[in-house]
């Protein structure tokens, strides 16, 4: 099914791009959102990542289940992150210290709709790193190559970003 809806998205198929879209757009919108944390300018990126989608789909390789989801979140990262490069949200406080480990942890009863918004409140920096460390599953070099960043100050927003969230947890 999903392979029949690729190679007609390849064929230019309004009906098939529009399925596409409707079958994936909620997702992505969710996705861009973690990064731009702003309704408008989150619609704007989605419908510019999905022109991209489409513009690029006649290169996409289908490998089995999964795979086209995986290429579009890709797209969907790279355009938000350009997105908050070109508006200058996304900026990085460059240190050199090495932190030695993650051993931050709170235990509390909270929602994960509490955790969301706790996320949404980061400042941009933490929120990039942490969304694609935490969420995305990149590694620190990944996202140091993403970003343009050194690894350590990857590391070192990851671990403010966990600071950060817990003495928000802290506060309910």
């Known amino acids: 099914m999903e392979r029949r809806l690729i190679k007609n998205c390849q064929k230019n198929?309004?009906?098939?791009?529009?399925?596409?879209?409707?079958?994936?757009?909620?997702?992505?919108?969710?996705?861009?959102?973690?990064?731009?944390?702003?309704?408008?300018?989150?619609?704007?990126?989605?419908?510019?990542?999905?022109?991209?989608?489409?513009?690029?789909?006649?290169?996409?390789?289908?490998?089995?289940?999964?795979s086209l989801k995986k290429w579009i979140k890709t797209i969907m990262i790279n355009e938000s992150l350009m997105f908050l490069r070109a508006k200058k949200k996304l900026f990085f406080e460059e240190i050199n210290t090495k932190i030695e480990s993650d051993d931050i942890s709170v235990e509390s009863?909270?929602?994960y709709n509490e955790i969301i918004s706790l996320v949404e409140k980061m400042p941009t920096g933490y929120r990039t790193v942490f969304n694609l460390y935490s969420i995305e599953g990149y590694s620190h070099k990944e996202i140091s190559e993403l970003l343009s960043i050194k690894i350590n100050t990857s590391k070192s927003q990851l671990h403010k970003a966990k600071k950060y969230l817990q003495k928000q947890i802290l506060k309910f």
Do not use: P
Request: overall charge neutral; proline content about 0%; aromatic content about 16%.
């Open 13 to 66: 198929n309004r009906k098939s791009q529009k399925k596409l879209y409707e079958q994936f757009a909620d997702d992505m919108f969710s996705l861009c959102f973690r990064y731009i944390n702003n309704v408008t300018d989150t619609e704007d990126v989605l419908i510019k990542a999905f022109t991209k989608v489409f513009e690029n789909i006649k290169k996409f390789e289908y490998r089995g289940d999964g």
């Open 109 to 111: 009863e909270i929602s």
